[in-house]
């Protein structure tokens, strides 16, 4: 549900995650439980206080990549003869840490709601230990994604295959990143030709796993000193749309973390 075609509801919890959440872009995440209103109304009433406590941002520092392989190093004047200049790379690099900003967020949110589907309860919003406290700002990218239908054959298959992790399984959706990045041709098949031997050799798989881990860990933590609180049950056919969006994200999140940080490396060495 893009947020230009949002109404009613949809459109309001659209605003609350700018004010509350802090995002500028409403993620893919939330735009894709919107295709079934009552689900996101049902989502957004149990995350609220937990966005206005702190509580997702403090947990959100959890998700660092352990580490790992880095990306090759590309000398600046490869960068030159691929057609990209500084400041290409600068404003690249300004979306990549837009995302490693907000994607932590979205990974906290994901565990928070399976768990109120698996438990009916939800950490309570309330921890002491954040009054006060300067939390991070979820981020924003400074160029929009373009629409991955419009973009030409070569791009469109590459953004593909960056999706499914350079697999044959069915292309469910693009990653937003990957389709601001399309502002960028060259960075696309930069990234894939530094991405393939780390999907061929499980490396981003076990990173990701690792990712999630992380967090599950700090919110068990978390819920061990302030609690939980009930939450009201979804509908069943809400809670079914909330489940399935929430498998596909959680598995997909914690990769565009790891590859965030790796792109993030990459053209950090590539303007020196």
Known sequence: ????????????????????????LVPLFY?????????????????????RSGMVAAAARAAVPPPGRPFARLPAPGWALLGLSAQDLAEARAVVAGFNAANPFNLTVVLLLEQA??????????????????????GIPHRPPLDFDTLPAAQADLIAWLSTRGGREAFAAAPTL??????????LAIAAAQ??????????????????RAVEKDLRERAEVIGTRSVA????????????VC?????????????????????????G
Do not use: N
Not at 117 to 133: H, K
Not at 178 to 187: E, I, S, T, V
Not at 197 to 209: H, I, K, N, W
Not at 234 to 243: F, G, K, N, Y
């Open 1 to 24: 549900m893009a947020e230009v075609e949002a109404s009613g509801d949809t459109l309001r919890i659209y605003g609350e995650l700018r004010a509350i959440g802090g995002y500028e």
């Open 31 to 51: 735009r894709v439980l919107a295709t079934d209103p009552a689900a996101l109304c049902w989502a957004w009433h149990v995350l609220r206080p937990a966005f």
């Open 117 to 138: 589907l698996r438990d009916g309860r939800m950490i309570d919003g309330a921890d002491p230990s954040l009054v006060g406290e300067q939390l991070p700002h979820p």
């Open 178 to 187: 990957w389709r601001c990045l399309a502002h960028w041709p060259p960075l």
């Open 195 to 212: 991405l393939e031997p780390l999907y061929a050799d499980g490396t981003v798989e076990a990173l990701s796993r690792a990712i999630r």
């Open 233 to 244: 049950a979804a509908e069943p056919s809400q809670a079914d749309h909330v489940l399935r």
């Open 247 to 271: 498998a596909f994200f959680g598995a997909k999140i914690p990769e565009m973390i790891l590859t965030g940080h790796l792109l993030q490396a990459l053209m950090e060495q590539g303007e």
